[in-house]
Nanobody, 118 residues
Framework: VQLQACGGGLVQAGDSLRLSCAITGRSFQKFNMAWFRQNPGKEREFVAS????????DYADSVKGRFTISRDNAKYTVYLQMNSLKPADTAVYYC????????????WGQGTLVTVSS
């Protein structure tokens, strides 16, 4: 199983950005998927997750109401729509799969950098 994240970039505060994570390999349709983020010197932080069977989503308080996680099982892709971006959202964003809730995911993408300028 391989995860490839893309869509990061440099934006201004208040802008929107959509990240995508393409998954290759078997059983994606039965993977819970998630997004995490990390800044240098800091621990990786949970951002959002979505279940495989009923598309139930969960969000960190810091992004709730601004970010939306979704998935397209036919395209083997999970998305993170990020609106009203803030400088505090600046980080490398990672997609993860095959885990549960806010931790313990088995598969990780390589990360995509999001930079939000003030």
């Amino acid at each position: 199983v391989q995860l490839q994240a893309c869509g990061g970039g440099l934006v201004q505060a208040g802008d929107s950005l959509r990240l995508s994570c393409a998954i290759t390999g078997r059983s994606f349709q039965k993977f819970n998927m998630a997004w995490f983020r990390q800044n240098p010197g800091k621990e990786r932080e949970f951002v959002a997750s979505i279940t495989w069977n009923d598309n139930r989503s969960d969000y960190a308080d810091s992004v709730k109401g601004r970010f939306t996680i979704s998935r397209d099982n036919a395209k083997y892709t999970v998305y993170l729509q990020m609106n009203s971006l803030k400088p505090a959202d600046t980080a490398v964003y990672y997609c993860a799969g095959g885990g549960s809730g806010r931790a313990s995911y088995n598969y990780w993408g390589q990360g995509t950098l999001v930079t939000v300028s003030s």
